[in-house]
């Protein structure tokens, strides 16, 4: 049973644009929120965590909004740039193991 | 650069041959992963080592055997491969326990089975 459902799939945005990355999870004992970015050929790596007792966490461009009533948090990008283009996830943690839905597959144009 | 290295970069095997993937991290970490992850889809996990004694595993066919041989290091021998096995295989570590320890990624091993 999937836990966190990730929205869209992919998403194409011209360069300044604010992209917008949805996930929508099903388990309310989660207490850890990762974001992770990989790069084509490179391994994940993490972007930004979020607890949820925090609403919104910023690093940089990035910034995480979490909407506990909505079972939802969202990942925005301000002022995207071509080299943002990467997929982005959100895993949750399950009995130790960091299990990663589909992604979203984010191209930046320049 | 990352702070975990995995070796080699690619690989190319035949079905019967036997080859080995290799990690190494020097953070201090005391778990260590592999995941898998074919071409447009998420990374899937297949070993968790935690204090070097394997904790997880994933249902992997036995044609995969990993091994930790000390807290740095971490193998991945492989044999008798199919096709569908080509993959990136990716190496992790991160602290062990609470599951709020951001894990570490390498590059991968680009494995092409032939």
């Known amino acids: 049973q999937q836990q966190v459902k990730q929205s869209p799939q992919s998403l194409i945005v011209q360069k300044g644009g604010i992209p917008i990355i949805n996930c929508a999870y099903e388990n309310t004992a989660f207490d850890y929120f990762p974001w992770y970015q990989q790069f084509p050929g490179k391994g994940p790596a993490l972007l930004i965590a979020?607890?949820?007792?925090?609403s919104e966490k910023k690093e940089g461009r990035f910034t995480i909004s979490f909407n506990k009533s909505a079972k939802q948090f969202s990942l925005h990008i301000m002022d995207s740039q071509p080299g943002d283009s990467a997929t982005y996830f959100c895993?949750?943690?399950?009995?130790?193991?960091?299990?990663f839905g589909q992604g979203t597959e984010l191209s930046v144009k320049p | 650069d990352t702070e975990v290295t995995q070796t080699p970069k690619h690989l190319v095997m035949g079905m019967t041959n036997k080859k080995s993937l290799k990690c190494e991290q020097h953070?201090?970490?005391?778990?260590m992963y592999w995941y898998k992850q074919k071409a447009k889809k998420p990374p899937e996990l297949m070993f968790v080592y935690s204090y070097e004694k394997l904790s997880i595993n994933e249902s992997v066919p036995s044609r995969f055997s990993p091994e930790c041989p000390n807290s740095s290091l971490l193998n991945l021998h492989l044999h008798a491969l199919q096709p569908e096995d080509s993959a990136l295989y990716l190496c992790a570590s991160s602290q062990p326990g609470t599951g709020k320890s951001p894990l570490h990624f390498g590059n991968g091993t680009r494995l092409t089975v032939t």
């Open positions: 953070m201090g970490h005391r778990a």
């Open positions: 895993p949750y943690n399950q009995g130790g193991k960091l299990i």
């Open positions: 979020i607890r949820p007792d925090v």
